[in-house]
């Protein structure tokens, strides 16, 4: 039955997005790769609710490297529970698709070295049209979140990021975001932080880094979770009463 589901998926040239929530096997995902190299409508992937070991992960990566065409929009790798190792194999075929507009990532598991291994990538984007990283819940810690920083300033077109529920950044992680913050190329309009413990020293260098900012809408953290007292309040305060940066 999967033979001849995929042999039909192939033949289908007007498919524009694939969701795959199963391991399809060596077979199956040979017939991915066959149907990413020769159709050139797709404009959404999606790999989510299912765990992807390490045999699943190379036939991913495999298949991903046989996508040739600029079609390809959206890229989702979610609820997978892939290893660091593995998703650093991903991250590395995807340095041929800086047209992607959105790639959510979330529980995944990708730890630190996926992050080093993402933020080459990035960086790596000649053109980046990246506009929408999703990354929430990824056992992301200080480091990571520097390694991913740096990619992130050559994206001049994103604008949303989340990364809730990495509860291993602190203030550290959260200073190395004031910079992009500050960038003339960041086009950041929305972050998300929400269940990250930063505390006052993380609230201070966000309030800095959002000094002359004029883009940036919107900024979610739960107050409790992070830690923040009347310290960190205060330079927010002082942030909202620089007129310079909310009235535009």
């Not at 996508?67 to 340095?95: K, P, Q, V, W």
């Not at 992607?100 to 790596?124: K, M, P, Q, W």
């Amino acid at each position: 039955q999967l033979v001849a589901f995929m042999r039909g998926i192939i033949q289908n040239q007007s498919i524009k997005e694939l969701s795959i929530h199963t391991d399809l096997g060596d077979q199956g995902f040979e017939s991915i790769g066959y149907f990413l190299r020769n159709h050139n409508a797709l404009t959404h992937l999606r790999f989510d609710d299912f765990h992807v070991d390490t045999d699943c992960v190379q036939n991913i990566a495999m298949a991903l490297e046989q996508c040739r065409h600029n079609s390809l929009r959206s890229f989702e790798l979610d609820n997978s529970n892939a290893s660091a190792e593995g998703f650093a194999e991903i991250a590395a075929t995807l340095r041929t698709q800086s047209q992607l507009e959105e790639l959510h990532l979330g529980h995944s598991n990708i730890g630190r070295d996926g992050c080093v291994a993402l933020g080459n990538t990035l960086r790596r984007w000649q053109s980046s049209n990246l506009k929408c990283l999703t990354l929430s819940n990824n056992n992301i810690d200080d480091l990571g979140l520097e390694a991913l920083v740096e990619g992130m300033t050559n994206c001049s077109n994103l604008e949303t990021v989340d990364l809730c529920d990495n509860r291993s950044i602190t203030a550290a992680g959260i200073r190395s975001i004031s910079p992009l913050l500050q960038s003339e190329t960041c086009s950041l309009k929305f972050i998300m932080l929400d269940n990250i413990s930063f505390g006052d020293e993380g609230a201070i260098a966000l309030a800095d880094g959002l000094r002359g900012n004029k883009l940036l809408r919107h900024l979610a953290f739960a107050p409790t979770s992070a830690g923040v007292t009347d310290v960190g309040w205060a330079a927010f305060s002082k942030l909202l009463c620089d007129t310079s940066s909310i009235n535009n």
